[in-house]
């Protein structure tokens, strides 16, 4: 399998792509083509584990890998979630689903591919006959930073380095990146939003002279960002596995459609979907909810991007984004993967703030998806009457995706078709906002705040984030956004 860039100027191996992360024309890697998941491979999925599910939808994009050793690399990731299971279906209602994402490492989304892109970058650069150290830069809005660090945290020939928006994720999401633990880590909080954070990285990877300054340190650049297919890909299988499970347990027969509705920010997880559904997942509609900085669902309903709009701190902060790196890939597709004119766009994206898509995208883009926006008090109602109504407790990113799937059925009027909601992290993440939700109760503190939630939901608190009131901060450095590459040298000079 070959990979393209969304701009037109590169070509690359699997194994060149994740190395990379981001192509040297400033485009992102795409598979040259979406292969197919027959049927009948579907049905020979359905005995498998979700470790062996995994492997066989990345062997499919990344063939070059030996295929033994992608799977024990996949079981060795998904050995390290609770309870065994690493994507867990639970039925809510009637034709309802939960696809839990956060039983990771980390009790976010992010973990079921940063957990297997340490073998992943390791084996591509190997292959790609990369010797040089490798310098992974990444931009968080809360949860891919924390994430990144734990999966790479003290792997052999490997540095990485965290930059997050200083007051724009949640006290327990600064606590985990602060709290770090390796040798071979660093995090900084920026003086800025996540926008600009991610812009930040982007110019570095994309300058000549930045790399070549840190080439001659002995260093590479590389991303655990979704703008790498290394991230991305492994993401695509859990929409497989939920969809097997429904199969598996008689909720649907092989082939009925499914909607599925998924909190979005930088589109990395929607559009995993959405490549599931091109490789033959039978998916009816796909759901993108935004909170309050609702720049896609504005798009989608319009066909016009407009970043020039104002910026909202909002409860859901890994969705506090306002340029979604991702959807430049589903452009690519939507324009019949027509390179010069995704440039362009993206290039007036940069100087303008604003692109549209013609009629016949719109056309193909209404078929496709729904969009959906919550705002903040939405939010809290949408936790509190789902609390109410279950007994089930949700974290604010997952609360917009119920929103989104509630308005769609009541619009659409298509309450028969099973609906997954995709959870993306832990309620003990944001236990001050859930708190709040469930119970009106203002806790400042957030480690009494899980310790109430706990005792208002009877829901197992996570090891990972319940240790971390034992564990001091080892990283305050605050940096500007325009001093961002001046943190990377001194980095990369730290031995």
């Not at 909080?189 to 996540?194: G, I, L, P, Q, T």
Request: proline share 4%; glycine share 8%.
């Amino acid at each position: 399998m070959k990979f393209i860039s969304t701009r037109g100027k590169e070509t690359a191996t699997g194994a060149q792509a994740i190395a990379r992360g981001i192509a040297s024309d400033g485009g992102l890697f795409v598979p040259e083509f979406f292969p197919a998941v027959t049927q009948e491979e579907m049905e020979g999925m359905l005995s498998m584990n979700y470790a062996e599910r995994a492997a066989l939808v990345l062997g499919k994009y990344l063939d070059e890998y030996d295929p033994a050793g992608l799977k024990a690399a996949c079981e060795k990731a998904y050995g390290q979630f609770e309870e065994g299971d690493a994507a867990p279906l639970v039925k809510i209602d009637g034709s309802l689903y939960m696809l839990e994402l956060f039983h990771g490492p980390t009790c976010a989304f992010k973990d079921l591919a940063l957990t297997l892109l340490p073998y992943l970058l390791r084996t591509g650069c190997d292959m790609a006959g990369i010797r040089e150290d490798i310098l992974i830069l990444v931009a968080t809005s809360g949860d891919t930073g924390k994430a990144a660090l734990e999966g790479f945290k003290d792997a052999p020939g490997v540095k990485i380095q965290v930059f997050y928006p200083n007051d724009g994720v949640s006290k327990m999401q600064k606590l985990q990146m602060a709290t770090q633990e390796g040798s071979n880590v660093d995090v900084v909080a920026v003086r800025s939003n996540f926008d600009d954070c991610q812009s930040a990285v982007k110019e570095i990877f994309t300058s000549e002279a930045c790399k070549a300054e840190l080439k001659e340190r002995g260093y590479i650049l590389s991303s655990a960002n979704s703008i790498n297919f290394g991230r991305l890909a492994p993401q695509i299988a859990y929409y497989f596995s939920a969809y097997l499970d429904l199969v598996s347990s008689g909720q649907i027969g092989m082939g009925d459609k499914v909607n599925f509705s998924v909190p979005t920010g930088n589109f990395g997880n929607i559009l995993a979907a959405y490549y599931a559904m091109r490789m033959g997942l039978p998916v009816g509609k796909l759901l993108c909810a935004s909170n309050k900085n609702n720049i896609l669902t504005d798009f989608f309903r319009t066909g016009v991007y407009d970043r020039r709009r104002e910026f909202y701190k909002t409860m859901s902060p890994s969705m506090d984004i306002l340029i979604s790196s991702n959807l430049e890939r589903l452009l690519f597709e939507l324009c019949g993967r027509d390179a010069a004119l995704v440039a362009q766009r993206m290039e007036r994206l940069r100087e303008e703030g604003v692109y549209e898509i013609g009629g016949e995208e719109k056309e193909e883009l209404a078929s496709l998806f729904f969009a959906d926006w919550c705002g903040e008090d939405e939010t809290v109602e949408t936790i509190y009457e789902f609390f109410e109504e279950y007994q089930y407790p949700m974290d604010t990113h997952t609360a917009c995706a119920m929103y989104a799937a509630a308005d769609y059925r009541e619009k659409k009027k298509d309450a028969d078709t099973p609906m997954v909601v995709v959870s993306t992290a832990s309620p003990y993440k944001f236990p001050q906002d859930v708190m709040y939700a469930i119970t009106g109760n203002d806790i400042k503190d957030s480690f009494k705040a899980i310790k109430h939630l706990n005792l208002a939901t009877a829901m197992k608190v996570p090891k990972s984030l319940s240790s971390l009131r034992d564990k001091k901060p080892r990283f305050d450095a605050v940096a500007d956004k325009g001093a961002l590459y001046a943190q990377v040298l001194r980095f990369a000079e730290k031995k």
